[in-house]
C-alpha cells in the first residue's frame, strides 16, 4: 500500500426529513447565496423546504447553473454573491450545481479563477458552502472536486482542492424519486466507474480498499436495475446515495494507484457533442479496459472472479468475459456504449485527440502509458 494522507472534513447528513436541519449547521447571521439548476429544485419543493429552513437569515438566490455547468454563468453567480457581501453558500441540485458551487467559493476571492482550474495552481481562500444533493452520482457531495466547462474555449476542467469541500451535506433519499430514469441510470453508472477508476488499476496489496471498492460494485450492480424498476423504494435509493458518496469521498482510492483517463478523455465527449457524463463513460470504459488488458492483467482477473463470478476458461477468456458483461450492465441499465448510438460522426476520434493535445492532458491512465497512439485506439474502439 502506498503512503497516504486522508483528510475528509464533510458532514453528512443523511435520511428522510432532514433539510430542516441545515440551520444548525450554518451561522445564525450569515448572509447566504442558495445556488441552483433548471427547474426541478423549484418544482418539486426543495427550494421551498431550504427557504423554511434558513429561517431569518438574509438569503440571495442564483438559479440557471447548468448540466455540466459553464464558467461564464458561474461568473454572473460570483458576481451576485460579491455585490450581496454573501458570506456563505448552499448549493440546492445536482453534482453540476455543487461543482458550480465550489468555484463560485473560490472565484469569489480570486480574481483569475480560471487560471487555477487549468494550471492547478492552489486556491488560498474560498467561502464556506454546505449543500443539499438532490442526484446520487458525483460524489461532489464529500469530495474537494470541481469539474467546470469553459464555453469560450471549449475546456471542460477538474480542480481539487481542500478549501473546496462542502462543510455538511444533506442526502435524503427521496428528493431522487423525482429523478428521470436516464439521470437515476447515469448516477449509478458513474459511481460505478468511480470505483473502477481507483480498483481496476494495478495490486500493490490495497486489500482493505479492494473488498470496499467490491463491496460498492456488487452494491451497485444488484440495487442500480431495481432504482429503474421501483422508483419510490426507499431502502434502494438510499443504497445508491450512500454508494454514490463513498465511490468518491477519497477512501476507497487512499493509498491505491488511481486511473482516470476514462473521465478525462469522457469530458471532451461532452463538450464536444454534449453527451452526458455517465454516457462518456459507458463508451469508453469498455474500450479502455481491452487495450489496457495488459496493464491491468491480474485485477482484471480479479475483478472477473469476484464481481461476475467468472471462474471457467483461460485468462483471456475471463478478461474479455468481465468486459463484455460491464458493458451489458451499462446497456441494462439504459446507457449505450457506442459513440455511434449518439450520433457522433467518424471524425470525432480525431477531434477529441486534438482536444486531448491542446488542453495538454496526454498520457494518461495509472502507467502514463495512454499516449496519442493508445488513446485513438481506445476511441476507435469506442466508436
Ligand atoms: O437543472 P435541474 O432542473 O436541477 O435538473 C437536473 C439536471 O437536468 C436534474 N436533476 C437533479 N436533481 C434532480 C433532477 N431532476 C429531478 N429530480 C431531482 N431530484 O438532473 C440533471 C442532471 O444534473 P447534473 O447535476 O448535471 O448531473 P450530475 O449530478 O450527474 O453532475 C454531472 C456533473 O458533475 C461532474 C460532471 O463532469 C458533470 O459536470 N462531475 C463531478 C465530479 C466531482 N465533483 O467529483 C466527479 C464526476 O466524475 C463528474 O466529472
Ligand atoms: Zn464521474
Known amino acids: 500500500m502506498y503512503n497516504f494522507s486522508y483528510y475528509n472534513p464533510t458532514r453528512i447528513v443523511f435520511g428522510q426529513g432532514r433539510i430542516a436541519e441545515i440551520s444548525q449547521h450554518i451561522p445564525a447571521n450569515a448572509r447566504v447565496l442558495i445556488t441552483y439548476g433548471g427547474k426541478s429544485a423549484e418544482k418539486y419543493g426543495t427550494l421551498a423546504e431550504v427557504r423554511q429552513a434558513l429561517g431569518e437569515r438574509y438569503v440571495v438566490e442564483f438559479g440557471g447553473i447548468e448540466a455540466n455547468p459553464h464558467y461564464e454563468t458561474l461568473m454572473k453567480a460570483t458576481q451576485l454573491a460579491k455585490e450581496n457581501h454573501v458570506d456563505y453558500l448552499l448549493a440546492v441540485g445536482g453534482g453540476s450545481v455543487v461543482d458550480g458551487t465550489k468555484f463560485i467559493a473560490a472565484a469569489y476571492y480570486?480574481?483569475?479563477?480560471?487560471?487555477?482550474?487549468v494550471n492547478?495552481?492552489?486556491?488560498?481562500?474560498?467561502?464556506?458552502?454546505?449543500?443539499?444533493?438532490t442526484l446520487p452520482a458525483t460524489g461532489s457531495e464529500m469530495n474537494a472536486t470541481s469539474?467546470?466547462?469553459?464555453i469560450a474555449s471549449g475546456a471542460k476542467v477538474g480542480f481539487n482542492h481542500p478549501l473546496l469541500f462542502p462543510q455538511f451535506a444533506v442526502l435524503d433519499p427521496e428528493k431522487s424519486y423525482t429523478l428521470p430514469a436516464r439521470q437515476v441510470a447515469n448516477g449509478v453508472v458513474d459511481a460505478f466507474v468511480h470505483v473502477i477508476e481507483q480498483y481496476l488499476t494495478f495490486p500493490v496489496y490495497g486489500k482493505v480498499q479492494d473488498r470496499f471498492a467490491e463491496g460498492l460494485l456488487?452494491?451497485?450492480l444488484e440495487e442500480g436495475p431495481k432504482a429503474l424498476t421501483q422508483p419510490e423504494n426507499y431502502d434502494v435509493r438510499a443504497t445508491l446515495t450512500w454508494c454514490a458518496t463513498l465511490a468518491l469521498n477519497g477512501l476507497i482510492g487512499a493509498g491505491v494507484p488511481q486511473d482516470w483517463a476514462t473521465h478525462r478523455i469522457g469530458h471532451q465527449l461532452t463538450s464536444l457533442y454534449g453527451l452526458d457524463h455517465a454516457q462518456t463513460l459507458a463508451v469508453l470504459l469498455p474500450s479502455l479496459l481491452y487495450v489496457q488488458r495488459n496493464n491491468k492483467h491480474e485485477k482484471l482477473l480479479q475483478y472477473a472472479t469476484r464481481i461476475w463470478q467468472?471462474?471457467?476458461g483461460d485468462d483471456e477468456t475471463r478478461i474479455s468475459q468481465a468486459i463484455a458483461k460491464t458493458r451489458d450492465f451499462f446497456e441494462h441499465m439504459g446507457i449505450k456504449t457506442r459513440m455511434?448510438?449518439?450520433?457522433l460522426p467518424p471524425d470525432a476520434v480525431e477531434a477529441i485527440i486534438h482536444n486531448l493535445k491542446?488542453?495538454?492532458l496526454l498520457p494518461q491512465g495509472e502507467r502514463q502509458d495512454i499516449d496519442?497512439?493508445?488513446?485513438?485506439?481506445?476511441?476507435?474502439l469506442s466508436y
Open 110 to 117: 480570486h480574481e483569475n479563477v480560471w487560471d487555477h482550474w
Open 120 to 133: 492547478k495552481t492552489p486556491i488560498t481562500q474560498a467561502l464556506p458552502m454546505g449543500c443539499v444533493m
Open 147 to 150: 469539474v467546470v466547462s469553459h
Open 218 to 220: 456488487l452494491t451497485l
Open 310 to 312: 467468472i471462474t471457467e
Open 340 to 343: 455511434r448510438d449518439y450520433g
Open 358 to 360: 491542446v488542453f495538454n
Open 372 to 380: 496519442e497512439v493508445m488513446a485513438r485506439e481506445i476511441l476507435t
